[in-house]
């Protein structure tokens, strides 16, 4: 049986685990918009729009994500984000989300928001900057 405090004494490095990946899954979404990769976008990318918003809030908030730094305020942006895009475009349609595909935009909300309280953890330029101050 694996002891509690085993696994408590990862939990630092597994919230840094879990910001990379999340990160990681995200940025995709903003690649996607700007740069057809790794799927084909849906349309033509123009920065002046709602989509061309998110897609570079996507993109460089995944990027800040990933790397930890200004994690807790960008944290912040992407979850009120994701909310706004649960309740625009997921919620109207239907109000259960697995039937209205927003089961993603859900979690993404409550991932970031996560994040703003618990932080970005000691894998993170925020932690190295810390470090030095």
């Keep these: 049986m694996i002891k509690t405090s085993a696994l408590a004494a990862w939990s630092p490095r597994v919230l840094s685990i879990f910001r990379i990946v999340t990160g990681l899954l995200f940025i995709q979404h903003g690649t996607q918009k700007i740069f057809s990769f790794p799927a084909e976008a849906r349309g033509p990318f123009d920065l002046m729009t709602q989509m061309g918003i ?3 809030l996507e993109l460089v908030g995944g990027a800040l994500i990933i790397v930890g730094l200004f994690t807790r305020p960008t944290a912040f942006i992407l979850s009120g984000m994701m ?10 349609g239907e109000v259960y989300p697995l039937n209205n595909g927003g089961e993603l935009a859900i979690m993404y909300c409550f991932a970031f928001f996560y994040f703003i309280f618990a932080g970005p953890g000691p894998w993170s330029l925020d932690a190295l900057m810390r470090k030095r101050a």
Excluded at 83 to 92: D, E, N, R, S
């Design 83 to 92: 909310a706004v895009a649960y309740w625009q475009f997921h919620a109207p």
């Design 54 to 56: 998110g897609g570079a």
